[in-house]
């Protein structure tokens, strides 16, 4: 019947179709073919034209117009120096050791406060008379500078003052050692006895020999040697007769 589709009718479509598919090929290939014979050029370029491939890898050889081959040019590697650290010169009133005591002061004034030598002071005068050593003891002064060496005398004597009168020698020989060495000076030591000299009279009330144990202490820094700076301290104490008579004995 008109309109209805068997297998037959089908299969002679699909034949139809395959038939049509190859005539297209081969006319297209026909027609390539002569383009190509009418325009020689072109056919020439085409078979120039070389398949693509992965590119490969560079070389580093060069072929200069002469044909001969370059090497290529080697840089030489920057060589980068180390950065230098700026030096930064620090100055410090004081190194602490390990116990905690000063060294190397510079003994221009300038480098200590008071509040630091006061404190410096304080535990070189508890070293002193628990270690007893009078070559350890060179270095208190010389470790202080000029302007603060005072505060260690007026701190010897208080101390000595209300001990024993061996620790009253003792600071005496300290200060015959540092006059002898001119680690202290006279100046120095008059302004380190003077305000003792204005408590002595309170001071020999609890200590009744206070007035022979400053007279050791005078002698060994060689105020009795001095008789003007004497006069100025002992003249600060109300007995001060009694005091010149012990120092100059």
């Known amino acids: 019947m008109p309109g209805t589709f068997g297998p037959s009718s089908i299969f002679a479509g699909k034949k139809e179709l395959g ?96 509040k630091e030598s006061q404190k410096k002071i304080d535990e070189d005068v508890k070293e002193f008379f628990g270690v007893r050593n009078l070559e350890e003891a060179e270095v208190y002064f010389t470790n202080l500078p000029a302007e603060h060496r005072f505060r260690l005398v007026d701190k010897l004597v208080a101390s000595a003052l209300e001990r024993k009168e061996a620790d009253a020698r003792l600071v005496g020989e300290f200060f015959a050692q540092a006059s002898d060495k001119g680690a202290c000076d006279a100046s120095a030591f008059e302004d380190g006895f003077t305000p003792m000299a204005e408590f002595l009279d309170d001071i020999a009330i609890d200590a009744p020999k206070a007035f022979e144990y400053m007279a050791i202490m005078l002698r060994g820094a060689g105020m009795d040697k001095d008789e003007e700076r004497l006069g100025r301290i002992v003249s600060k104490s109300m007995d001060s007769d009694k005091l010149l008579g012990l120092v100059t004995l």
């Open 19 to 114: 038939r049509r598919g190859s005539l297209s090929q081969t006319n297209s290939s026909s027609n390539m073919f002569a383009i190509l014979s009418q325009n020689p050029e072109s056919a020439a370029e085409a078979a120039a034209v070389k398949p693509s491939r992965p590119p490969s890898r560079e070389t580093n050889v060069e072929v200069n117009r002469s044909g001969l081959t370059e090497q290529p040019i080697k840089r030489k590697k920057l060589q980068l120096l180390p950065r230098s650290k700026a030096t930064v010169k620090e100055s410090s009133p004081a190194v602490i050791n390990g116990d905690n005591h000063y060294e190397n002061i510079v003994g221009d004034g300038s480098s200590m406060t008071e």
